[in-house]
């Protein structure tokens, strides 16, 4: 899907994008009205929240940390600033 020329991607739509194109991306429950976790590389790991109208994109990036690490942290961040929407 080009995002540019078909208006605002929802994130229903997300998910199958993530994974035609071959990053690792698996939907996340308790982080605002949906969420999905990507994993795009080089260490990398990306929280797009969905809440109401607004969507938060939060990375991080933690030389050396297990992805299981990151996963946490990521939410914890992504929770925090939710909160401020």
């Given amino acids: 899907m080009d995002v540019q020329n078909e208006g605002t991607i929802s994130g ?7 994974k035609k194109n071959h990053v690792k991306a698996e939907e996340v429950k308790g982080v605002g009205d949906r ?3 990507t994993f795009p590389g080089y ?3 990306q929280l797009i929240a969905f809440k109401g109208s607004s969507v938060l994109m939060v990375q991080l990036m ?11 942290l990521v939410q914890k961040l992504t929770l925090k600033a ?3 929407l």
Wanted: aromatic residues 4%.
């Fill in 43 to 45: 260490g990398m790991v």
């Fill in 82 to 84: 939710l909160v401020k």
């Fill in 35 to 37: 969420a999905i976790l």
């Fill in 12 to 18: 229903s739509e997300m998910l199958p994008e993530f």
């Fill in 62 to 72: 933690m030389s050396g940390a297990t992805e299981d690490k990151e996963k946490v």
